[in-house]
């Protein structure tokens, strides 16, 4: 290996010409052009030219000891060949702890500090490679999942439509139903009526045998209220003698409804026949108003969906309805994008940590965070909310939940939707 | 947190049953009130006239080393013995125990540093009414009054101090249950008749005995009872300090400086306990316990010791305090001839009266008084005096290296990061939690590589758990605290179960010592320091939440030594710190609770305390007080432990704790984070120049605790009497301090403050603004006006302060960086100040007298640095960069001159304006002699 000789005799040669200049970069140069004086930058103050970094703060910018740790607020160049150059805090020169990855500022301090500029700058340009790499598949992939969202949506909105229709039809069997429902409980009481009519009249002469004869009487007998209801207490009161002493009638066997005393009259056909038929007519609208409901339920449901912001070109939508684990040792997460998190014990009780919210990154990346609120309050403090961070990769997967402050969790959820152009910008840029 | 919930739920429940009140404020009813603490409820009964003591004067016994006498109650005939000893160093020493107890009374051991040296006690004259005795040098006397008994101690003419003036000595002495529910072995109760018999008119004193009240024998409170075994053993004497109207000291209390009386209200109580939401301004316990009052007027200052660890409670009363500034100047007029006084009573539960009473006459005096019999401040490793960030729990490593890499992004100095009891396996101390913290060694190295530290506690209770090897080692050795019936006792604390171990078993220290060997304390380091919570000890399910006073330590009841269990818990940890290096590094150890003695063993801190203006205000007087009786290593949880401060709140409280000893941040786990950069980019930049302005005094701060070490002088002390002991103007006043003697402290503690009122002290002193170099005249009130930016403060005319200005990213990157001389000169153009330097963090500075310690001083236009420790060797790379002179005058020529004769000329400017003087680059050594002439 000859590299790290060659970068030696490099930094070698770099430290003979610019021993007054330790600590600038090259566009500062300038103004450290070896001569009598030094005129701070901030033109504050001359100087003799032998007092930068000679150790001592001469300007109040710090300018004239850019290479020592003279000045309170000054900074250090570190020149970094084969990594990025960039800038430390002076405090940082010889405080016997390596900051620049070519040791540059450790010249006078017991520390030995490796040169680690050409494996870091190989680690990083590797890094960055692996990144681009994951970026462009991500990108790809944001780009399918795109296109698919479209399809979705389509699919969502002619959903809509269709189920806007079902609803329409149920509607209109809804009102029919309603109508033969009415007519037929109407038909049924005008029967009843007549029947109880009759039986009153007999009601006094014949009323030991009624008890045998007609259940209807004998519900007559029970109802002692009026109610067309047989309550327990009702019951209680005149059977004391026929109760086998051990049982007590439960309210829910004593309760008879009134609505139903078909049951009741066996010994009338006309009067059997317009309830079966109002019972029928009662079953068919049940049925249609729980299939409204059912209905009416999803269209709105899926109104909400589709009125929730999915991104500028809804590639978020892919999530609608998924669900991501992840075990962090003794505990369970479970985000549920646009709806929920969850955490769950080993005991198995489950804590939601915020439902949705809304997008919370920065104006310039709103879509780059999530916020998920009014989760089950802490002891003594707030609710719990969670705040996701979407970053790229080329996978959708919940990366890792922390708790930094009670109970308000960080959750970082990776997918290639969260991957944008300008990030191979920005890795171009620490590319070297 | 929610893993924090569901574990520690059942505990939390039982906290809150045991803690919490409705509303956020200290639940009273948890702790006692005199009259609920039936001892002193008796005490407190007894009314101040005819003592029923007698001195026997003809049991007179004087030796070389000290003087005894009998004393006899005449109510019960009752016997005490009386010790009264001279000390060296201006000190009394008085004794009283029962002439005969029927079992030994506890004395508490392990606080004196030494058996106090005597000087010898010379009877001057003696009669049938008493005896005057020579207290060695001056013309100091002690009159001893045989009926009713009573010691005065006069100088000269004038008494300085009383005792049982007021006739409230009370000694309950032991005796055998006469009530029906106690029926002891027969063995047992003849052995102690016959001891009883032997008392001289023992029969009268039984009929005293009959006496029974209720409380003697069992006391209950709230759920709690105290079985009492041994009966009322309390004891009571008062005091009277004729001429003083200010008395000092007594803590833990959140209250004002000066004690108040206490007449018509509830005594101060020393009584170490967890007090869960601390109130301000009253006198009720908190964590520690130190039982030294300082008086003060501008003749004479003097100190009270009094030695006793169990439950204590003081009261203060004053001739003045009662009257109306009409009255006041009513007897002025008429020339009334009444002194003023104060009276003061101390009233313990058990153990016997052990009383020293230091006689001054300065401060400094008896500072150096108290340093004698307790011993000084440690001397704590330089980091240790830097900044500390702790919370209420950094979660895990990632957390840990996040907050550490966010002080290097905003580029704020600190030390030292801290581990509360989160970071153990289970509150299984010296474990780690395997998931959060899975190699805290690599943690440790990290901090390592960047010279930081960190502190993770280790508190008393123990999990009771056969397969946490502490518990189970503790157990098998028969080192847990008893209950009243035998068994280990058992209490509810963080882990759930917990035992206490017995810290005042030395067997029980050693062994916890060794437990900090780096092979026994698994994943500790060099870098790793020790922080004890909870040492009162806290009992969640205890009476008062804390330890059963009927607890049996070998032949001791916890109620004999409660108060001193928390100093013993810091003693074995501090030399478990010291052991693990073989002797060579000076531990650091925090604590909660302590007691007279504490200040040996490293820093304590204010408790729990709340993000509060008022919480901000009473850190003052808090630490001034512990400063006082010799604890300096003081400070409060930087923007209060329990709720959330307000930006204004916390910059404010950065900008106090760093002109106070102990600087930490703290918060409870309930609140949001709040690390110094969490503000906004402004109050970033405010909490750093508050950090950075700490560490540029650390060589100042360094060197006022070797003199504290040396000494016993705090380093926080009250600005006009202990530096300025005559001017009687502010002897009350406590919103601002001076550090050492040089620098004035006057932190902004209310909301939205545009300006403060300083008092700068001293006629015809002169003190220079830190910031600006204005200069001010001493004895006057200055209003100051303030911006967010800093606090004021002051350098006194007369002084040289050195400091670092290179400000790194920890103390220990600073240790060779140069020094910034300071000289702020007098009116008289003369200073002075001191410059210490060593390792910083070994005890080869007291081993091997490796250290540099020099007298700089500023006269004659001539700034000179000399040697003040001919005997000892050190060196340093560090040099001195810059000397700043304030209120000089333009010299035409300065030259710098070094013992070989070689002389150089020095740059210099010149700001005519503030009248500051800058010498550029002297470049000598900060440890060789060197001299400046200004022409």
Redesign the interface.
Known sequence: MHCPILIAVVIWSSCVDSQKIRGISLSYKRFYRERKSFLCIDGSKLIPFDQVN???C?CADGSDEPGT??C?DGRFYCTNLGYRPHYI?S??VN???CDCCDASDEYNSHTACQNTCRNLGQRERAEVKSQMRALDQGLRLKQQLIEEGVLTWRDKQAQLRDLQRVLDDLQTQLDDLRKEDARRKKEVDALRELEIGALETEENSHRSHIMNESPVSIFYELDSNRDGRLSAKEVRAKLTDIQDGERVLSEDEAVIRGRVPGRLVKGEPVLKAAVSAAEKAAAELKKVEDAYETVYMEIRDLREKLATDYGPEREFLFLYNQCFQLKV???FYELCPFNQVT?T?A?G?E?SLGKWGSWAGSPQHRYSQMKYENGEP????PT?NTVVTLTCGTETALRSV???????YVAEFQTPVACRPALRQQGVHSEL | MAAFIVRMGPVLMLWLAVCVSGSWAVDRGNFKTCDQSTFCKRQRALKPGQSPYRALLETLELTNTKLTLQLINDNNKVRLLLELYRLQGNMTRVKINELKPLKPRFEVPDVLINDPPTEPLSLLSQDENGMVLSLGADSQRLIVSAKPFRLDIMEGREVLLSLNSRGLLAFEHLRIRKDTLADPEGAEKKEETDAASEQTEGEEATKEDEKVEDGMWEETFKSHTDSKPNGPTSISLDFSLPGVEHVYGIPEHADTLKLKTTDGGEPYRLYNLDVFQYELFNPMALYGAIPVMLSHSPQRTMGLFWLNAAETWVDISSNTAGKTVFGQMLDYVQGSSETPQTDVRWISESGIIDVFIMLGPTPTDVFAQYASLTGTQAFPPLAALAYHQCRWNYNDQEDVAAVDQGFDQHDIPYDFIWLDIEHADGKRYFTWDPHKFPQPKEMLQGLEDKRRKMVAIVDPHIKVDNSYKIHSEIRSRGFYIKNKDGGDYEGWCWPGNSGYPDFTNPEMRAWWASMFAYDQYEGSRENLYTWNDMNEPSVFNGPEVTMHKDAVHGNWEHRDLHNIYGLYVQMATAEGLIQRSGGVERPFVLTRAFFAGSQRYGAVWTGDNAAEWDHLKITIPMCLSLGLVGVSFCGADVGGFFKSPSPELLVRWYQTGAYQPFFRAHAHLDTPRREPWLFGPENTALIREAVRQRYALLPYWYQLFYHAHRTGQPVMRYSLWVEYPQDTATFSMDDQFLLGRDLLVHPVTEEGARGVTAYLPGNGEVWFDVHTFQKHNGGQNLYIPVTMSSIPVFQRGGSIIPRKVRVRRSSSCMEHDPYTLYVALSPKRFAQGELYIDDGHTFSYEKQKEFIYRRLAFANNTLSSRNLAPGSQFTTLSWIEKIVILGASKPSKVTLKMPDGKESQLEFDFDASMSVLTLRKPGVNAGVDWTVVLQ
């Open positions: 000679d150790d001592y001469d740790a003279a309170p805090p405090s940082r405080d016997a702890i040792h003794e505990y955490q014990s005991s009780a804590v802490c002891w003594q403090g719990r922390k708790e930094p402050g009670k109970c308000q």
